[in-house]
């Protein structure tokens, strides 16, 4: 099991929602489709949307524009447009998208550590009928 970290003091007071500290980050890296783009980029560098869109298997053109654009206006990617005939578009993470990379390395780290307990409490609550009645 993985060392146990503290969480930050928060005004008890307060709406969860909006007092966690890491919701903001939640809400900017974990959305459904930017794990996959920041990963793709990140693991294989400059991509044209076209080779992302083929990369990151089920994603919808407009969607990956989407997520695109939301990821380049918070500063995690960086768009390019070279002014060729035909023009040419390519992304590429930032370095502030570069940052999350130990984020990322911990969240695989707990992955391999704990999906396998997360699998078993699931069967384990399926199998006694749950929702339980109080």
Same mark, same amino acid.
């Given at each position: 099991?993985?060392?146990? +970290?503290?969480?930050?003091?928060?005004?008890?007071?307060?709406?969860?929602?909006?007092?966690?500290?890491v919701?903001?980050?939640?809400?900017?890296?974990?959305?459904?489709?930017?794990?996959?783009?920041?990963?793709?980029?990140? +693991?294989?560098?400059?991509?044209?949307f076209?080779?992302? !869109?083929?990369?990151?298997?089920?994603? /919808?053109p407009?969607?990956?524009?989407?997520?695109?654009?939301?990821? !380049?206006?918070?500063?995690?990617?960086?768009? /390019?447009?070279?002014?060729?005939?035909?023009?040419?578009?390519?992304?590429?993470?930032?370095?502030?998208?570069?940052?999350?990379?130990?984020?990322?390395?911990?969240?695989? !780290?707990?992955?391999?550590?704990?999906?396998?307990?997360?699998?078993?409490?699931?069967q384990?609550y399926?199998?006694?009928?749950?929702?339980?009645?109080?």
């Amino acid at each position: 099991m993985a060392p146990e +970290t503290s969480w930050p003091e928060a005004d008890a007071t307060a709406d969860p929602e909006l007092a966690c500290p890491v919701s903001p980050v939640v809400d900017i890296v974990f959305s459904r489709w930017t794990t996959p783009i920041l990963w793709s980029l990140h +693991t294989f560098g400059r991509h044209r949307f076209v080779e992302l !869109e083929r990369r990151i298997k089920g994603i /919808t053109p407009k969607v990956l524009t989407q997520r695109l654009r939301q990821l !380049e206006r918070d500063g995690l990617v960086v768009r /390019t447009y070279h002014p060729e005939v035909p023009p040419r578009v390519e992304y590429e993470i930032s370095e502030l998208g570069r940052s999350l990379a130990p984020l990322f390395a911990h969240l695989t !780290e707990w992955a391999a550590a704990n999906l396998d307990h997360v699998e078993q409490a699931r069967q384990n609550y399926d199998a006694a009928g749950s929702p339980r009645s109080a």
